[in-house]
């Protein structure tokens, strides 16, 4: 099974930028579709980006489009995600997880939720 750990977060200004990343340990990490998710307060687990396992596909939420960049290095088992332009509404706990999608949706897959890295976006 895959041990991810979220990093990167932070309080920055409306208009700012963040780079998360996620570490993975285990060698399947490389096997696996790989996606962030995020929880605002009061909210439920929110699709943010998704990349498949070689990383020539990803795909967002259309709330994130244009301005959030998901990518990763297999050899570094590490996933990223550059988030440009953020607004308050951005504000939440970021988690990363191997992925599946079912038609146009994209769910973590298996395991529990990992800690998260705290972004907060000031306006």
């Known amino acids: 099974q895959v041990q991810l750990v979220e990093s990167g977060g932070g309080l920055v200004q409306a208009g700012g930028s963040l780079r998360l990343s996620c570490a993975a340990s285990?060698?399947?990490?490389?096997?696996?579709?790989m996606g962030w998710f995020r929880q605002a307060p009061g909210k439920g687990h929110e699709f943010v980006a998704a990349?498949?396992?070689?990383?020539?596909?990803?795909y967002y939420a259309d709330s994130v489009k244009g301005r959030f960049t998901i990518s990763r290095d297999n050899a570094k088992n590490t996933v990223y995600l550059q988030m440009n332009s953020l607004k308050p509404e951005d504000t939440a706990v970021y988690y990363c997880?191997?992925?599946?999608?079912?038609?146009?949706?994209?769910?973590?897959?298996?395991?529990?939720w990992g800690q998260g890295t705290q972004v907060t976006v000031s306006s």
């Open positions: 997880a191997s992925a599946v999608r079912y038609g146009s949706n994209w769910y973590k897959s298996g395991g529990s």
């Open positions: 990349i498949n396992w070689s990383g020539g596909n990803t």
């Open positions: 285990g060698r399947t990490f490389s096997s696996y579709a």
